[in-house]
């Protein structure tokens, strides 16, 4: 017999796997909106960000800063990206 505590777990979790696809695809929908010549490139690290192992976080937030030093708004934006704001905690937290 399932528990309110159970049910409730189970639509926490619903409800944080539903977010973070959200946040994924807010990701992958911003790369639209690089210049065609970085795209490919931007692409490659969110994907990165979002599927890639932990020990290539670091050197992909570094791409990612470097491709989009060109626009700094640009830039601003996708550090902004709940995507790229995990992995730079993550960093922080794994330097402690």
Known sequence: MTTFFHAWRRRQANRQASEWDE???SARRAVEDVPPWI???VRRVIETLIDGPDTEVENALGELDRL???DPELQARFFRLRVVEDATEFLKSSES
């Open 23 to 25: 946040e994924r695809e």
């Open 39 to 41: 795209r490919s490139d």
């Open 68 to 70: 989009l030093a060109i």
